[in-house]
């Protein structure tokens, strides 16, 4: 790989030890991957900050590279281990709080914004059609790539920090036109309609094609929640970085010759395999975090009704405040349900708290399975609060 | 005998090898108080990493397994050294910021379980004895 004098100078530690660190990292990753050189990203998003996730060498690293690294471009935090205002009321432990706000501490002080979220593209990360980009977070990865258009790999949490604090990356895999073509025509021939049904289109594609790119016909229309909704479900039950939806995302892209489709009863049976019938004891909802006019239109349902089950309603902390500004946290507190902002069920330390998990997200439903052990019910959010509050 | 391949963490270090036929998650797999690998049903379930050049086809799993990898160095039960056949993001990471020294490109099937083996990064050589 061919580095700049600036470059080969910051590799050298003239620009600080987090600075040589980083760019080791990257150099290395670059000639394994037969990158020719390394690009400007614009932003960066950086996974691997729940403490749950790290334990105390993750957060020794974080404290080595924070005593003299800054970061050099926007940068922001997937969600933490709890709500870094509101965790005693969410039952996280007195410990566990203070391990997790000295990781966000290190974050803070390299100059990382630390916003807690995965949805970065709501709170005012949100890289135009072309910009190169470093994130991390599989379903905000496959949603900058596919719907906004950006560029970026799937990067870890020390590859991404490496990113932010040098403001490079280097150039393979999707930042490359020749990466992002269409590998599988997948014909969807279903009813998509609401989030769910994206949540299991992305399960089944997922399933079939793996880490493929494919090229979806059929999809009419699509909002922004379907589509984060069917980014977290395609990136985690396949692990694409990037989808092409003919008509809906802006991509370019050659047709591939394979050809696969999608029928309305492979959508009902993903449904049913996303669903072990039980009787939740805890609703969820904002994987990934709520959109705007999901957090309305969850204060609209709820408006004077009580919610009989643990509820979590999971937001960015911006759109919180926002909801705060409109009445919407009062309506939704109010009713018993709890607001959660820079967390999640993911990541929050809730293991063997519940037994029964009620989600309109596909993604959650692996997670739930997977890390915490729960049983899991799919549903839309219109019938989970029915559920809830009846 | 030497073996050629590709440097990936710098630095050298010699040891006992021990062979897995089957990739190694760091997160999860093998844990990092003990540096024994916990994985049901894995190759080396119940053998320590601990001071071995470990050698292994690829990495695989979460991507917090660079984090585990740190953690065991940082509790002095990492592996002296990683041999792979195919480097992926995770251990490739993991050795970086862990300073293990680590090589792939390797044909691994060369070396056996308790060959003394030296490995240089930075000439991207296995010396197996």
């Known amino acids: 790989m061919r580095l700049t004098k600036e470059e080969q100078e910051m590799l050298d530690g003239k620009h600080g030890i987090a600075v040589r660190k980083s760019m080791e990292i990257l150099v290395a990753l670059g000639e394994i991957f037969g990158a020719k050189r390394l690009i400007d990203v614009v932003s960066v998003q950086v996974s691997g900050v729940s403490y749950h996730n790290l334990g105390e060498a993750g957060l020794d690293y974080l404290a080595d590279l924070a005593k003299d690294g800054k970061v050099r471009v926007l940068t922001t935090l997937n969600p933490a281990g709890m709500d870094t205002e509101n965790w005693r009321n969410l039952g996280i432990p007195e410990d566990f709080a203070r391990k997790q706000e000295r990781v966000i501490g290190a974050f803070r002080k390299m100059g990382i914004i630390t916003t807690c979220t995965c949805t970065p593209y709501f709170v005012g990360n949100t890289p135009h059609f072309g910009e190169h980009v470093a994130w991390g977070e599989s379903s905000a990865v496959c949603y900058a790539n596919s719907v906004l258009g950006a560029r970026t790999n799937r990067e870890g949490g020390p590859s991404a920090l490496a990113s932010a604090l040098t403001g490079k990356t280097p150039e393979f895999g999707m930042h490359l036109d020749e990466n992002r073509q269409a590998q599988v025509v997948v014909n969807v021939d279903a009813k998509m309609e609401r989030v769910t049904d994206f949540g299991a289109l992305g399960y089944v594609i997922g399933n079939k094609i793996g880490k493929k790119i494919p090229l979806i016909r059929g999809v009419r229309k699509a909002s922004v929640e379907q589509l984060k909704s069917f980014s977290a479900s395609i990136a985690t039950y396949g692990g694409t970085a990037l989808f092409h939806m003919e008509g809906i995302t802006p991509n370019k892209t050659t047709v591939p010759d394979e050809n696969i489709s999608v029928t309305q009863e492979e959508i009902v049976s993903a449904k049913k395999a996303l669903d072990d019938g039980c009787t939740p004891d805890i609703y969820s909802i904002g994987c990934p975090h709520l959109s705007l006019k999901e957090i309305e239109d969850i204060a609209k349902m709820l408006e004077g009704r009580k919610v009989k089950k643990e509820m979590w309603i999971c937001v960015a902390r911006p759109i919180k405040r926002i909801a705060d500004q409109m009445g919407y946290t009062k309506i939704i507190e109010d009713s018993g349900a709890k607001i959660a902002s820079d967390t999640c069920m993911v990541v929050a330390p809730i293991k063997g708290r519940f037994k029964c998990l009620a989600t309109d997200s596909a993604k959650a439903c692996f997670y739930g399975r997977g890390k915490n052990h729960f049983s899991v019910v799919f549903r839309d959010i219109p019938e989970l609060i029915e559920e809830a509050t009846s | ?129």
């Open chain 2, 1 to 129: 005998m030497i073996l050629r391949g590709r440097k990936v963490a710098r630095g050298a270090a010699e040891g006992e090898a021990l062979v897995s036929s089957e990739g190694i998650s760091f997160y999860g797999g093998v844990e990092p108080e003990t540096g024994t690998v916990v994985e049901k049903g894995h190759p080396l379930e119940g053998r320590s990493v601990k001071g071995k050049v470990l050698v292994f086809p690829s990495g695989k799993g979460s991507t917090v397994g660079s984090y585990a990898l740190y953690e065991m160095k940082k509790l002095g039960n990492a592996p002296a050294a990683i041999i792979n056949k195919d480097i992926e993001t995770i251990v490739a990471v993991g050795a970086i910021i862990s300073e293990i020294p680590c090589v792939d490109q390797i044909d691994i099937a060369k070396i056996r379980n308790g060959n003394k083996v030296r490995v240089n990064a930075d000439e991207a050589t296995v010396e197996v004895s």
